[in-house]
């Protein structure tokens, strides 16, 4: 009896498993239209990520760059540029997709209010606009008196050596903040071969922004130093430790090159912008996070565009 009982309680669980219910959810239909990606620098030459949107259920293989997008640049209400396509294949642009860039050849300019206009058949026109702002920090008395040039043996071939550069760089940034804007100081040679380092400093401002902050509570800033928007005037001295522990893999082929201190303002949009599209990043396959949404100041389309500053000092 008890035998009969355990075959019963199977073939029910049996069929319950096996019943499948159907629901037909109808989804909206997807009109595509243009998404843009575009930050434009002042005393550089303007570049923007051109695609166009999908269906959620499509796949990813459906998200093409619009290599035939007419992409003009208004200067004040003043077209003057019309950007270039190139299919740099060997660039990630926009979220890792490999679409290509338009590049135009016109200086942007700190100050002034730009748009940028796609059209593209089969497609609304789309634009956005933005002001690049004007930098007030400025970076003075620059010392590189402290570097010097030191080798590793290769790991590739014995008795062959790479070079690279070590040592202090110190400079001044004097000026006030904005709360608008966030402030990232960068440094390189020329060549954009050297961008290790660690930062002494005391100052406030900088070393209490959680941005600059390691895991173990030291500041090592791999890639740039963040100044993080709030009201303060800066007047400090800054000491940078190039290539503290050594190059490991960023050796230089050319050491005669000077050095290049990088001043770079975003605004605050810009910042939550990127804050945004690193957690739409993290998402991608977790199934239990939620749903990220990129902010998007495009009209007739979708994207981001924004405008910020950048000042360069060279030392040689």
């Not at 495009?298 to 360069?312: D, E, H, L, P, T």
Request: charged share 25%; hydrophobic share 35%; glycine share 8%.
């Amino acid at each position: 009896m008890k035998f009969l009982r355990y075959i019963i309680l199977f073939t029910v669980i049996g069929f319950n498993i096996s019943c499948e219910k159907e629901i037909d959810v109808d989804l909206p239909d997807h009109v595509a239209k243009i998404t843009i990606q575009c930050n434009l620098i002042s005393g550089e030459l303007p570049e923007a990520t051109v695609s166009h949107s999908i269906h959620s259920v499509n796949s990813r293989d459906d998200f093409k760059a619009l290599s035939d997008a007419e992409v003009v640049l208004f200067e004040n209400s003043v077209p003057v540029d019309t950007l270039k396509y190139y299919d740099n294949t060997s660039d990630g642009y926009f979220y890792g997709f490999r679409l290509g860039v338009f590049k135009g050849d016109y200086i942007v300019h700190s100050g002034k209010s730009y748009k940028v206009q796609v059209n593209s058949k089969n497609y609304e026109t789309a634009y956005g606009e933005t002001t690049c702002p004007t930098n007030f920090i400025e970076i003075s008395e620059i010392d590189v008196s402290g570097l010097k040039i030191d080798s590793m043996e290769s790991y590739m071939e014995e008795g062959v050596f790479d070079y690279y550069r070590t040592g202090k760089v110190t400079f001044k940034l004097t000026g006030p903040l904005n709360n608008g804007f966030h402030y990232y100081i960068s440094i390189a040679d020329e060549n954009r071969e050297v961008d290790a380092f660690e930062l002494i400093s005391q100052d406030p401002l900088i070393v209490t922004d959680g941005n600059n902050i390691s895991e173990d509570g030291t500041i090592y800033p791999s890639d740039n130093l963040h100044i993080s928007s709030s009201n303060g005037n800066l007047n400090t001295v800054l000491t940078i430790d190039i290539n503290p522990q050594g190059a490991w893999s960023d050796f230089e082929k050319d050491l005669t090159d000077g050095i290049e201190l990088r001043l770079e303002t975003q605004s605050e949009e810009y910042y939550q912008f990127i804050k945004k599209v690193e957690e739409y990043e993290n998402s991608e396959g977790n199934p239990f996070t939620e749903m990220v949404f990129l902010p998007n100041n495009i009209k007739g389309g979708y994207g981001f565009i924004s405008g910020g500053a950048v000042q360069k000092k060279i030392s040689l």
